[in-house]
């Protein structure tokens, strides 16, 4: 397998929805020594200046700053490492985006943004569980479990040699019928008969049809 470049951008579905995983993967590859005043603020107007190029140092710096953070409120929320880490990519990712887009208003609110975006997430997560688990609650005794393995299956050799032992003309109403899907009117003016003679023939070859494959009196 090949090393992946950072134009890769192919997207990974996680439990939040699909996250492009690659974006910052690349942000880890991309460091550069940032003055101690430049601040989150500072990093975020760079990002948002850039515009319509891209300046992947400042996002990247930006990405090793938030990420511990984000990930520590994931980790404190959720109770789970994975979806903590799915938390911040979603968030991180969503950021950037909007940084670049320059629909950021006040960089210096960038935190705050960031663990809104992580709080209202977070009760997404929850409201959804909830709700599933209230369904199950609900209808769990109410649905049946099927059992794949004791599914009736169709014996086809039965039900063609049983196709072969009807009237023909019957044979022929039902192959027209179900296997070419032709309507009652189709096949009335191709055999020359009334619609309702074509339903009663139908009906009759059907009865013949069921009483041989379940081995009942026709």
């Known amino acids: 397998m090949g090393t992946r470049r950072c134009n890769d951008r192919r ?3 996680t439990s939040l929805g699909p996250v492009t995983q690659g974006k910052l993967k690349c942000l880890n590859d991309r460091r550069e020594n940032f003055p101690e005043q430049a601040d989150d603020a500072t990093l975020a107007r760079r990002i948002a200046a850039a515009h319509p190029e ?4 400042a996002e990247a710096e930006l990405y090793r700053r938030l990420a511990p953070r984000l990930r520590f409120y994931g980790l404190r929320h959720l109770r789970d490492d994975h979806a903590a880490r799915d938390l911040v990519q979603q968030v991180m990712v969503t950021a950037l985006e909007r940084l670049r887009a320059g629909e950021l208003r006040d960089p210096a609110m960038l935190a705050s943004f960031l663990f809104g975006m992580c709080r ?4 997404d997560l929850r409201r959804t569980h909830a709700r599933r688990e209230r369904l199950l609650e609900t209808f769990a005794g109410d ?3 099927a059992d794949a393995a004791v599914a009736d299956r169709l014996d086809q050799r039965r039900l063609l040699s049983c196709l072969d032992t009807l009237p023909e003309r019957e044979r022929t109403v039902l192959m027209m019928t179900f296997y070419d899907d032709r309507k009652a009117a189709e096949v009335a003016d191709e055999l020359a008969l009334s619609e309702a003679n074509v339903r009663v023939i139908r ?3 059907l009865q013949r049809l069921r009483g041989c494959v379940t081995g009942a009196v026709a």
């Open 11 to 13: 997207p990974r579905y």
């Open 54 to 57: 891209r300046d992947e140092a």
């Open 120 to 123: 209202m997430t977070v009760l």
């Open 143 to 145: 649905v049946p479990m």
């Open 203 to 205: 009906h009759r070859g």
